[in-house]
């Protein structure tokens, strides 16, 4: 195969030094990404470690109630009898007024179920003699705002586009990959990043996206390692690994003749592609016979 660019193994050693040094630098920018959202988004859920349920309730928010219900469903459960709870989680399902508190005596609850507690002294508590203390704990968890996801979203449009656009371009250089899965793994970041971008505003409308956001951010994490390692392999061991060592079937593999995976699957989108277009004519010729003369007849039934 003849290749238009210089491979990655016979730049010159200044450039692999620069390419080398930049794919390190992303690489650890890339791990304390991940330990910072362990942190943030891993805790959110109250429990350590990555889960489904941290990234609905960092999006979608926890709609299982107010924290005010929670803690009174929860360890605050012994402070009050059932009645004051009930009458507590009522005023808030009710809104959480200011005029109710005082009307619907749940001052009083609070007073003396709560203050003896919660009061100024003691300042690792909320001082729940302050309305808007109290008040606080009334609001619905609704997870991001869309003010923070627009926020985020367009830093991280323009700032991963970006690293993506030189550890591409460090990998476009490489010869172990055939043109086909190179312009896969190139452009397959990108469509991650937006289906990444995409799913977290999906998962603030709808829980059942949180998956998406999962398989889209490791999707983009598989794309990212394998275009580093790819390229640092070819870059600096390049006769133990792709001739001599494992990687040796890679350079049989893209040379061969038969027909590749991406082959394979692209002859599949083809065959899809025409069977549509029967389908679709089917499909129209039903509703002119059948779907058309349905719904004309429905309409004058109703104007009768
Ligand atoms: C015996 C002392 C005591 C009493 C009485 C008490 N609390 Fe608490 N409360 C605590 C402690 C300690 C915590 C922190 C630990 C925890 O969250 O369980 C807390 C935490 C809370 C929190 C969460 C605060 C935060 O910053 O997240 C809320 C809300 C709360 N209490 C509401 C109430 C309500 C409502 C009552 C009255 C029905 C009440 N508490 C009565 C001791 C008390």
Redesign the pocket.
Known sequence: MTTKYTPLKDHDTPIKVLFTGYLCTVAIGYLFALIQILFTHGMADGKFGLSVDDIVYSYYGNRSGT??E???N???KD??SDQ??FA?MKWVRDGADADDYKDDGIQK??ET??????NKD?A???D?TKFDA?KA?TTQDEGATFSSLTRVSHIHLFGISFIFMFVGLIFSFAETTSTQYKCIAIGMPYAFLITDILSWWLTKIHPMFAWLVIFAGMGMGISFAFMLVTSILEMWLFKPVFIDGFGAGYLQRRDSPDASIADRVWAVLKALARSIKPVALFAKEQWLIHGLPWIKDLLKSLKK
Do not use: Y
């Open positions: 924290a005010l929670v803690k009174l929860g360890s605050m402070n009050a004051e709870r507590i609850i609070i179920r709560c203050v003896a507690c919660h003691t690792s508590l909320p729940f109290l704990f």
